[in-house]
């Protein structure tokens, strides 16, 4: 009630009419009960009278709150009042693309397990509140979605990039996971997103999915920028410890390159990944 304020204050000196009419009620309640106790004292009657305590004073009296109410909300009162928001998410989705996505170790292949993993989690935002975003990286980063509460955009890219990722094993920047990369243009996906639509309400977070296997950029510069920006990064392993073959690495003509540098199985390396998520102030999950 301290933070109730009016629109129209001016109109509150009325209240003092309801309030000199209530003095006059009370003074009338007071006459009226001295009147009936002199009464019960000096008329002798046979049988015992009876008084009303009020009389017709409650009418009078209804009529002078419900004026002073009237006043009130003539006056325009208005003050805070406390509404139940449901809070929404801000995802960024970092979906690694490198080469090491296309070991089979997993049902059909790491990238299609993980593109089945983004299905189940498109299915359970309630796109009401919650945003959306897909960046894909290996030696370089490519957003593909902005900032989004359409799931039509979100599942069109899903459906498309269901068989193979965007980075083609042909090239051989694909032969590289650049995590520094990866987490400095989800950074840029929320500056741009709030440049242009303000600031967002709702909690961020990162969600990369990857196996984790060699890393390259400067990580902790990147994890230093998401967490002066608030925004945890929760990692999402896809593998097994096992490993599998990785696919052969061919130059423009066909032929199968053997490079003794780039290796020739891949396992999922769950300790990177984990200490990664620890960095990055999220946690680590395993498909």
Not at 234 to 240: I, N, R
Not at 262 to 282: C, I
Request: charged share 20%; with cysteine; aromatic share 10%.
């Amino acid at each position: 009630f301290r933070n109730i304020t009016f629109g129209q204050p001016e109109l509150l000196w009325l209240l003092l009419v309801p309030a000199l009419l209530l003095v006059l009620w009370v003074w009338q309640l007071v006459r009226r009960r001295v009147f009936a106790r002199d009464l019960e004292r000096t008329r002798l009657v046979p049988v015992r009278e009876r008084f009303a305590p009020l009389g017709d004073l409650p009418f009078w009296l209804c009529l002078i709150l419900s004026s002073a109410v009237l006043i009130l909300a003539l006056a325009r009162p208005h003050g805070p009042a406390v509404a139940m928001r449901t809070g929404g998410v801000d995802i960024v989705i970092l979906q690694d693309g490198s080469a090491s996505m296309y070991v089979q170790d997993v049902a059909g292949s790491r990238w299609k397990r993980s593109v089945q993993f983004l299905r189940v989690l498109g299915d359970q935002l309630s796109w009401n509140s919650d945003r959306i975003s897909l960046a894909l990286f290996a030696h370089i980063a490519a957003p593909q979605i902005r900032l989004t509460k359409d799931p039509n955009t979100f599942f069109f890219f899903i459906d498309h990039l269901d068989a193979t990722s965007p980075f083609r094993i042909e090239d051989e920047t694909t032969w590289d996971t650049n995590l520094e990369q990866g987490i400095y243009w989800g950074i840029r996906l929320f500056e741009r997103d709030q440049d242009v639509h303000g600031k967002s309400p709702n909690a961020k977070a990162f969600v990369m999915v990857s196996d984790g296997e060699s890393w390259s950029g400067e990580v902790a510069k990147s994890l230093k920028r998401a967490q002066d920006a608030g925004i945890p990064l929760f990692v999402v392993g896809v593998g097994t410890l096992g490993g599998g073959r990785m696919p052969e690495f061919k130059d423009k003509d066909g032929n199968v390159v053997y490079d003794s540098e780039v290796p020739t199985t891949s396992k999922l390396d769950r300790a990177s990944l984990q200490r990664l998520a620890s960095a990055g102030g999220g946690q680590y999950f395993e498909l």
